[in-house]
């Protein structure tokens, strides 16, 4: 086991269609109520521009919706903040459209959603949206994505002692991919890590070997909230304690062999 | 500032790319010059333009206890992690640290897409064909999680994929969980193959050349696509004396356009000031730099204004007219260039260009030079603005 590393997390963000902020998924996580279903069907990604807005794809548009709550909640510049965006998938509609369209007719390809297709998309729109010249990371790691991403984070915030903002998030599988990568709706997290000193709810850390590969703590309840997608049920998992009001453990798989221990204290 | 790293020892490296599989053929291409680069045979639909076409991966198989990571990348990575010893290295190393003590941090814009894209033309009912319906090949990660089977590496495991500079951002994470003490070593890389994703949207974007990619010429007009696979093995220096070092790098955004560098260099700038910082050299201290040097009009005139922050004797060159950009592997695959210049005293030429850009005129080497290189820098800028920049030294005793 790696020796316990501290750190704060003062910022928050989340959406989901039915909870588009963290208040709301926060008194779902609790049970004092349901998901709403007037909610709006999409993110609202203000910090894009409006031409931005209409250009981006989806997972974009969710990544810069929770990234920007989350910085709003910690009171702190994006500008200045490297960030870490991980997903299982990436603009899992965008593969699907690339796909089909170098089936048929490569040459019509669209130039826009090429550039849309990369995994470091969120990242771009971020850091261009909101002024960003700080590191920008884009993470991925399969079923274990959300807390290889959170890693990524981590351990950025701890050699480096600043803030960093962490992202993940993946949106519904569409076309003959689907059966593939089984991810029934969009889902986005967002928090701000900062060194421990920084107030907000404290996260103790480390990395544990084992041999199981236990089944992530998530309730029941909660796994139509997942989308059937690994990562999103390790991120409600995380959201769970944090929304909590005693401290918890939490241990989330990093490889078949490693775990990712936490203790959050709200 | 960052602060200053302690550097890591790179105890293993190996690259395989259109110059060949493994690093003699390497050496030996770019100190005579030889271009790797053919006219375009990969594609679905024929389209004109050339490519850095790795020999040798159609043939290249997986064990049997791996078959179910075939795909074009996967063999491609495989064929890289067979030369130069660099598989036995990451097994002493692992059978020394133990396997979740070592880290795997790996580097790729499309991994195994291509498998994807087959998929897609052989829909059968409207599902992929039964030999393709296997989820592992069809996500981002795939190489990584194919690699951490092949070498029984069970650490932290994670794919960086911020496009063209993902391999090269792999060593920063990589420095930092060894810093951190979350691992004793780590095998970082990048494998990225040709598929039609590539081909035909850097097409779409008319960035792609008709003809071999010529960096820093006046008449350049366009990427060449390559494929490769390149990997190092970083471990804590004190062992070994006289392995050569990773002594900084630095990582930024643009924060501009998301196919556009910005201008004036800002972020390539700044991620090359954070890299001398955190290696505690000057920019004049430089001997070797490899250019990202893509050949596109953007990405050429833009990197030519860091060049006079460097000393009037440092040496610069792109080697893409050799390999063809490699995307997300281009960050491995030049440092380990950029390792081979520090061994074995060689400036690679930039070959492709003929008629220098004069703003880089002064540092471009045009015909391969020979001479001591201490310290060698690599540059690697990717979509959405997201820049890297590592610095290497010849270790302390080498």
New interface residues.
Partial sequence: M??A?TLAVTGIGAWIRGAADWPSLRGVLRGEHGLDANAPARPAANPLPAAERRRAPDGVRLAVEVAQQACSMAQCDP?ALPCVFAS???ELAI?DY???T??HA??E???TK????????P???W??A?????????????H??FA??L??AA??A???QAPVLFACCDVASTG??A????TTLAFGMAIVLAPAATGGARLDWS?R?AQSDAPPPVELALRTVAGDNPANAHALALLAALAGRESAGLALP?????YLDMEITP | MPRHIEPLAITARTATSALGHGTAGHLEALAEGRRGLRRNDFSCAPLDCWIGRVAGVEEATLPARHVHWDCRNNRLAWLGLQQDGILDAVGTAVARHGPQRVALVLGTSTASIEATEVAYRRLEDGRFPTDLRRPEIHTPHSLTAFVADATGIAGPTLTISTACSSSAKVFASAERLIRLGLADAALVGGVDSLCDSVLFGFHSLELASRQPCRPFDRQRDGISIGEAAAFALLERAEDVPDAPRLIGYGESSDAWHMSTPHPEGRGALGALDDALARAGIAAEQVDYVNLHGTATVKNDEVEAKLLPRFSSRTRASSTKGFTGHTLGAAGALEAVIALLAIEHGVVPPDLGCTDALPEAQPWLALQPESRNIDIALSNSFGFGGNNACLVFARGPTA
């Fill in positions: 790696s020796k590393r500008s299982t998938h990436g593969t690339v796909c089909e170098l089936a490569p040459q390809l669209s130039p090429f550039h849309n297709s990369v995994l470091n998309a990242a771009g729109y850091t261009i909101t002024g960003c010249t700080a590191a920008s990371g884009a993470v991925t790691a399969h274990y994505s290889a991403g890693l990524e351990s950025f701890c050699s480096e003959p991919l059966e593939m990568t089984r990395l070997e990093l490889s078949p062999g490693l």
